[in-house]
């Protein structure tokens, strides 16, 4: 299986602020990785595919870069909304994995 | 817009098996592109994926679940299953139905809102 690390675990940051999290692969995965959003009691939601495509409807203060094994999430100016977890996710191959998730504070 | 939504029992006794259905509504699962998917996520922690199956009926499961799962699909209700043999209270977790669009990579691009399952006497 392939190892999704991300870090940090956890960030605190303040609205207004530029926010960068990591993920890692245990392996090269291409572009195959994607980014969700996930607010308590709710289910995730996809932010950003194929590494640095943006879903539709998603803010553009939202962007992702990345190929091989490293990749960051990026949001650019924080705001109230953002608040929540975030996991990476590789489609490289099956089993699908996930990051263990930062959880932005 | 599609939306997909569980059911199936919130708790479930250990050793015995744990059934859950997706119904999908704003689209059809029988249409290409599109993989059909179960993950979950215990409380307080992070996201497993289960396994995925397709209108041709192939699957794949996640290895570590292989010899306890199965999936269906019924293309007539626009659902699909998933059973979980042999329960345990490691199985107790958040599960989550979703649809894998494959068009330029693969990813969970609409997500159930999640039943609780508690496995538990």
């Known amino acids: 299986d392939i190892q999704m690390t991300q870090s940090p675990s956890s960030l605190s940051a303040s609205v207004g602020d530029r926010v960068t999290i990591t993920c890692r692969a245990s392996?090269?995965?291409?572009?195959?990785l994607n980014w969700y959003q996930q607010k308590p009691g709710k289910a995730p939601s996809l932010l950003i595919y194929?590494?640095?495509s943006l879903q539709s409807g998603v803010p553009s203060r939202f962007s992702g870069s990345g190929s091989g094994a490293d990749f960051t999430l990026t949001i650019s100016s924080l705001q109230p909304e953002d608040f929540a977890a975030y996991y990476c996710?590789?489609?490289?191959?099956?089993?699908?994995?996930f990051g263990q998730g930062t959880k932005l504070e | 817009q599609v939306q997909l939504q569980e059911s199936g029992p919130g708790l479930v006794k250990p050793s015995q098996t744990l059934s859950l259905t997706c119904t999908v509504s704003?689209?059809?699962?029988?249409?290409?592109?599109?993989?059909w998917s179960w993950i979950r996520q215990p409380a307080g922690k992070g996201l497993e994926w289960i396994g995925r199956?397709?209108?041709?009926?192939?699957?794949n499961f996640n290895p570590s679940l292989k010899s306890r799962l199965s999936m269906f699909m019924d293309t007539s209700k626009n659902q699909f299953s998933l059973k979980l043999t042999s329960v345990t209270a490691a199985d107790t977790a958040v599960y989550y139905c979703?649809?894998?669009?494959?068009?330029?990579?693969?990813?969970?691009?609409?997500w159930g809102h999640g039943t609780l399952v508690t496995v538990s006497a």
């Open positions: 199956i397709y209108i041709s009926g192939s699957t």
């Open positions: 194929g590494a640095s």
């Open positions: 704003g689209g059809s699962i029988s249409r290409g592109n599109f993989y």
């Open positions: 979703a649809r894998i669009n494959t068009r330029s990579g693969s990813r969970f691009d609409y």
């Open positions: 996710q590789q489609s490289f191959n099956t089993p699908y994995t």
């Open positions: 392996q090269s995965i291409t572009s195959y």
